[in-house]
């Protein structure tokens, strides 16, 4: 894509970007840094914003690094209400690394139902081994040390950093995808993550980033709220599957009716979900296969 000059005498849209240039036949786009006042306007509204309509979390009352990292693990691909609840439980029964490390891969399980996406709960759990094996027993504060871990991945890394110790540096989730496109991309389509972050390290204040995030990811949950689907606008969008009837959920549906009971026999396991027997079986193999469940003979459980 080329890089195509525009006349200084070319008015900025609302975005500040220059406008889109047809040459060649070729669409390009150069932006105009923001202006001083442009993003001191804009952090003006969101903590306006925040001030008034700022959510109130568990996780957020806390600058504890493990604490941090369950939240944040939960919070991927599930919506903060459903994690309210379920962190406090989670904490509960793993109240620290320690404990979790030393819990049972089932005694995990059972502690992560009804969030989905078990890979996580498995990902936390070897995560939490893996910190303990380090002198200290601590998370890292490396930013390539925390990517090396189980289930950490640039967002993570980089939230676990801003939360727990106010590190700056710029990142993005849903929420904070949602308000840049409203306001910096008010008629674009396939705006790139690429493009965001750039915006986002320029309005980053410099000081109390955490509150900043925080106020952020509020104000893109409000928008959301208006019904209006501002990330399809997103070049990353990728419109979710149905669930009933997903694979996924059937493979939730396994882990679950097993964390119930100390093991079933595969008849009696197909007998209760009602899935093509097929399916079943090799949903069985492939979870077995991923370390979830043990199979032994005609029984299978939930692994140690």
């Known amino acids: 894509m080329l890089l195509c000059e525009v006349p200084r005498s070319t008015p900025l849209c609302s975005a500040e970007f220059l406008c889109l240039v047809e040459r060649s036949g070729a669409s390009c786009y150069k932006r105009a840094m923001l202006s001083k006042l442009r993003i001191k306007q804009f952090q003006k509204k969101i903590l306006a914003h925040f001030r008034d309509?700022?959510?109130?979390?568990?996780?957020?009352?806390?600058?504890?690094?493990?604490?941090?990292?369950?939240?944040?693990?939960?919070l991927q691909q599930t919506q903060t209400e459903r994690v309210r609840s379920k962190?406090?439980?989670?904490?509960?029964?793993?109240?620290?690394?320690?404990?979790?490390?030393q819990a049972s891969r089932a005694d995990v399980l059972k502690a992560w139902q009804g969030l989905g996406y078990n890979r996580r709960a498995l990902?936390?759990?070897?995560?939490?081994?893996?910190?303990?094996?380090?002198?200290?027993?601590?998370?890292?504060?490396?930013r390539d040390a925390l990517l090396a871990l189980p289930g950490i991945g640039p967002y993570t890394a980089s939230a676990v950093a801003c939360f727990s110790w106010s590190e700056r540096s710029a990142f993005i989730e849903t929420n904070i995808r949602t308000v840049f496109i409203h306001e910096f991309f008010p008629k674009r389509r396939k705006v790139a993550d690429s493009e965001i972050l750039e915006l986002i390290a320029e309005t980053l204040p410099r000081r109390d980033v955490r509150s900043w995030y925080y106020a952020l990811m509020d104000y893109g949950a409000?928008?959301?709220?208006?019904?209006?689907?501002?990330?399809?606008?997103?070049?990353?969008?990728?419109?979710?599957?149905?669930?009933?009837?997903?694979?996924?959920q059937l493979r939730g549906r396994i882990l679950r009716e097993l964390t119930r009971t100390s093991g079933l026999t595969i008849h009696a396991l197909h007998k209760v979900i009602?899935?093509?027997?097929?399916?079943?079986?090799?949903?069985?193999?492939?979870?077995?296969?991923?370390?979830?469940?043990?199979?032994?003979?005609?029984?299978v459980r939930l692994g140690d």
């Open 53 to 74: 309509q700022g959510r109130e979390f568990p996780w957020r009352t806390t600058r504890d690094p493990y604490r941090i990292l369950v939240s944040e693990v939960m």
């Open 87 to 101: 962190y406090i439980e989670f904490l509960d029964c793993f109240p620290s690394f320690t404990a979790l490390a």
């Open 123 to 142: 990902a936390l759990h070897a995560c939490a081994k893996e910190v303990l094996s380090r002198p200290g027993g601590t998370l890292p504060r490396d």
């Open 222 to 248: 409000w928008l959301k709220r208006s019904g209006r689907k501002f990330n399809s606008r997103s070049a990353h969008y990728v419109k979710q599957s149905a669930f009933e009837g997903s694979h996924r």
């Open 274 to 299: 009602a899935r093509p027997k097929a399916e079943v079986l090799s949903t069985i193999d492939a979870l077995v296969a991923e370390g979830f469940l043990v199979r032994e003979g005609l029984r």
